[in-house]
């Protein structure tokens, strides 16, 4: 397994999608960042409330930007060795389908988390500028707890569109079309008390703490987020004929 990850990385260092997806974390901070500047009313900025740019970045990244950038780095990588025609040489290593796909999807996992994180750095480091003596370890948690779970989550919540572009045996690209439909029907789901507890990107905002939910409906959120990786791994044994 640890060879195969070190592949799967080495791969990632010849490839434009990393960089692309890096891009695009960068491009949400500071989109994020200049709406902010809009005057709120004559006298404040929305920037001025401590916290606004943590809160709204997160939204704004889930709603919009990265499980379509998550979306087509996981399809990239599980798909790149059929749509290369490289998979017949691996085969011939051997090498194990299982532990191929697992490596992939391993590798996906961590960087959902890591895009995460690395907007949560961008935009606490805007906050500890902006509002040195209102920043606390207790916010600084807080955000950190809640972006780290936005990871999880939005990797549980785009893993059947990553499996499924496989599956339909189409180019990586669609799956990040794919994704930023599914993405986005989340702004409308959640203004549904009933909806936003069962589609999985606005699950994601209950199961973090984004918005205020039951425990009840939060276990709901989870068990959705959760059948949805159940669902991709499914496809995938499908798809690979995993042995």
Avoid at 50 to 67: I, K, M, N, R
Avoid at 99 to 125: M, P, W
């Amino acid at each position: 397994m640890k060879t195969l990850l070190w592949a799967e990385l080495q791969k990632l260092r010849r490839s434009n999608i990393l960089f692309v997806t890096i891009f695009a974390v960068f491009f949400v901070a500071i989109l994020v960042f200049s709406g902010g500047v809009v005057m709120v009313s004559e006298e404040q900025y929305a920037l001025n409330r401590t916290g606004w740019y943590l809160s709204t970045a997160q939204v704004w990244a889930t709603l919009f930007v990265l499980p379509a950038m998550l979306a087509l780095f996981g399809s990239y990588l599980i798909c790149r060795e059929e749509q290369d025609d490289t998979m017949k040489s691996l085969l011939l290593i051997p090498v194990s389908k299982r532990e191929l796909t697992a490596a992939k999807l391993l590798v996906t996992f961590v960087f959902g988390i890591f895009i995460y994180l690395l907007l949560f750095l961008l935009t606490f480091s805007a906050e500890v500028i902006l509002h040195t003596s209102e920043v606390s370890f207790q916010m600084f948690f807080h955000f950190l707890n809640m972006y780290l779970l936005e990871g999880i989550g939005v990797f549980l919540a785009v893993s059947p569109i990553i499996a499924l572009v496989p599956y339909w045996k189409k180019s990586y690209w669609l799956a990040m079309v794919l994704a930023e439909l599914y993405s986005f029907a989340g702004l409308f789901m959640s203004m549904s008390p009933v909806l936003k507890t069962f589609y999985p990107i606005s699950a994601i905002f209950g199961v973090s703490g984004y918005y205020e939910t039951s425990p009840e409906g939060r276990f709901c959120s989870l068990l959705v987020l959760l059948l949805c990786g159940g669902v991709s791994l499914l496809f995938l044994q499908r798809t690979k004929g995993l042995h």
